[in-house]
């Protein structure tokens, strides 16, 4: 039952005993006195999790549809990964870069094997990746061009990161406001405009970095032959073509990387986090034969990247991730999930289209139910599923991508329930 609330134990809560404990409101309050308030988290506590099921301190489920952002990529307590991870941190945590490490070698090797790349870079998040793609791309200018050759072309709606160059590529004010002055060498361009591309990369172009699917900006794709303009354009201006697929990548679209969408593009540079560690830290930038010597020794670094413990598990992530099995699954419970939203509109009406490819959807609300897209989440999590946003307007699916029939089923029935809710108060001529 949507809601339903289970002791740690697995047995259900007494009758009568609702609402959070004495435990749980501490550690809240606790959490929101202590935390920096840059976030502003549900008030419950988050204890345990198996598969695409989560349960919070005292014992209420939750299908989870949106693994961390993207982050759980298999789902809560994978067994493979916990034993990856148990046999790694009993032999060696941390050695930095001045030494190889068999767990960091093998999964450099895996990724290059499994893609375009020649050379990878390891850090701990996709701004780290972002980070390192930006200085990348000025080097590797900087080496046959003049100075003026520094521009970065970035698309309105794009997310790169909060590091202050990340935030400056993300072509979003409201990330933006209050940290000025931005740092320069960026263009802004319309995403999926041809014409506006054509405009934007000139001769001072070093490189362009664009997601293949705009997550934050809305779950947006990149239309039928964009990525391919882009290409194209960047060959003629000796640009580097760099893919952020932070949130697309690693299985999330049905395919290992969205861009193979697009047939006959090949990246020179494309940054990956999110999913690589399963749940773990890890961030990486993957490099073609292109700029791929761009960086020498003490061109750039990181104390933690490569780290043997996330290294192992990302080890197993990625080979289940390039399964044949987890890759039909991410296509066939994508459109179990866009067939379910579609039935679901068709009743109650809500949605103007469902954006986006195998398990990275976005429910795009209608005029009248626009600016609601937090407010149904909350909805959402009270009846035991949790969603996400994507702005005012998208509400975001991101389920882990091993998601079976009956956690899709379940999760999907709960958002069914929360929406009926919703309109049932008056749908969009209501703001409560």
Same mark, same amino acid.
């Given at each position: !039952?949507?809601?339903?609330?289970?002791?740690?134990?697995?047995?259900?809560?007494?009758? @009568?005993?609702?609402?959070?404990?004495?435990?749980?409101?501490?550690?809240?309050?606790?959490?929101?006195?202590?935390?920096?308030?840059?976030?502003?988290?549900?008030? !419950?506590?988050?204890?345990?999790?198996?598969?695409?099921?989560?349960?919070?301190?005292?014992?209420?489920? &939750?299908?989870?549809?949106?693994?961390?952002?993207?982050?759980?990529?298999?789902?809560?307590?994978?067994?493979?990964?916990?034993?990856?991870?148990?046999?790694?941190?009993?032999?060696?945590?941390?050695?930095?870069?001045? &030494?190889?490490?068999?767990?960091?070698?093998?999964?450099?090797?895996?990724?290059?094997?499994?893609?375009?790349?020649?050379?990878?870079?390891?850090?701990?998040?996709?701004?780290?990746?972002?980070?390192?793609?930006?200085?990348?791309?000025?080097?590797?200018?900087?080496?046959?061009?003049?100075?003026?050759?520094?521009?970065?072309?970035?698309?309105?709606?794009?997310?790169? %990161?909060?590091?202050?160059?990340?935030?400056?590529?993300?072509?979003?004010?409201?990330?933006?406001?209050?940290? @000025?002055?931005?740092? %320069?060498?960026?263009? &802004?361009?319309? &995403?999926?405009?041809?014409?506006?591309?054509?405009?934007?990369?000139?001769?001072?172009?070093?490189?362009?970095?664009?997601?293949?699917?705009?997550?934050?900006?809305?779950?947006?794709?990149?239309?039928?032959?964009?990525?391919?303009?882009?290409?194209?354009?960047?060959?003629?201006?000796?640009?580097?073509?760099?893919?952020?697929?932070?949130?697309?990548?690693?299985?999330?679209?049905?395919?290992?990387?969205?861009?193979?969408?697009?047939?006959?593009?090949?990246?020179?540079?494309?940054?990956?986090?999110?999913?690589?560690?399963?749940?773990?830290?890890?961030?990486?930038?993957?490099?073609?034969?292109?700029?791929?010597?761009?960086?020498?020794?003490?061109?750039?670094?990181?104390?933690?990247?490569?780290?043997?413990?996330?290294?192992?598990?990302?080890?197993?992530?990625?080979?289940?991730?390039?399964?044949?099995?987890?890759?039909?699954?991410?296509?066939?419970?994508?459109?179990?999930?866009?067939?379910?939203?579609?039935?679901?509109?068709?009743?109650?009406?809500?949605?103007?289209?469902?954006?986006?490819?195998?398990?990275?959807?976005?429910?795009?609300?209608?005029?009248?139910?626009?600016?609601?897209?937090?407010?149904?989440?909350?909805?959402?999590?009270?009846?035991?599923?949790?969603?996400?946003?994507?702005?005012?307007?998208?509400?975001?699916?991101?389920?882990?991508?091993?998601?079976?029939?009956?956690?899709?089923?379940?999760?999907?029935?709960?958002?069914?329930?929360?929406?009926?809710?919703?309109?049932?108060?008056?749908?969009?001529?209501?703001?409560?």
């Amino acid at each position: !039952m949507p809601g339903q609330r289970a002791r740690n134990d697995g047995m259900p809560v007494p009758p @009568g005993d609702s609402g959070p404990s004495a435990k749980s409101r501490e550690l809240v309050s606790t959490g929101q006195r202590r935390y920096v308030p840059n976030y502003a988290p549900k008030e !419950m506590i988050l204890d345990r999790g198996a598969g695409a099921r989560m349960w919070d301190l005292d014992g209420t489920e &939750y299908v989870d549809f949106g693994a961390g952002i993207s982050v759980t990529s298999l789902g809560h307590g994978d067994p493979d990964l916990a034993e990856a991870l148990a046999a790694q941190a009993g032999r060696l945590w941390h050695v930095s870069n001045l &030494y190889f490490a068999e767990p960091v070698v093998r999964l450099a090797d895996e990724l290059c094997e499994a893609s375009f790349a020649d050379r990878v870079f390891f850090c701990n998040s996709g701004a780290e990746a972002n980070e390192a793609a930006i200085k990348l791309a000025r080097k590797h200018a900087s080496l046959s061009h003049d100075p003026e050759k520094h521009e970065i072309v970035t698309f309105h709606g794009g997310f790169h %990161g909060r590091t202050i160059a990340t935030v400056t590529a993300t072509a979003q004010p409201k990330y933006q406001e209050g940290f @000025g002055p931005m740092p %320069g060498g960026f263009r &802004y361009c319309d &995403y999926n405009n041809v014409a506006a591309l054509d405009a934007a990369i000139g001769e001072r172009t070093c490189a362009v970095l664009v997601e293949p699917i705009q997550g934050e900006g809305g779950v947006v794709p990149a239309e039928d032959g964009f990525l391919t303009a882009i290409a194209e354009r960047c060959r003629a201006h000796d640009a580097l073509l760099m893919f952020d697929e932070i949130q697309s990548g690693l299985a999330r679209t049905g395919r290992l990387f969205a861009h193979q969408w697009e047939e006959g593009v090949v990246p020179d540079v494309v940054t990956i986090a999110k999913a690589l560690g399963g749940g773990l830290p890890i961030g990486a930038m993957l490099v073609g034969e292109k700029a791929a010597e761009t960086f020498q020794p003490g061109s750039h670094g990181s104390t933690f990247g490569g780290n043997p413990i996330a290294a192992a598990v990302a080890r197993v992530v990625l080979r289940k991730l390039r399964s044949p099995e987890l890759l039909a699954n991410v296509a066939r419970q994508g459109e179990r999930l866009r067939r379910r939203l579609t039935a679901l509109h068709n009743e109650i009406g809500f949605i103007s289209e469902v954006r986006g490819k195998g398990l990275m959807l976005g429910a795009v609300l209608r005029d009248e139910w626009a600016g609601r897209a937090g407010e149904l989440g909350e909805v959402c999590r009270r009846h035991g599923v949790l969603v996400l946003q994507a702005g005012p307007d998208v509400v975001r699916f991101l389920p882990p991508l091993n998601i079976t029939d009956a956690e899709l089923d379940d999760g999907m029935d709960r958002f069914e329930s929360a929406m009926r809710e919703a309109a049932g108060r008056g749908g969009a001529k209501e703001s409560g």
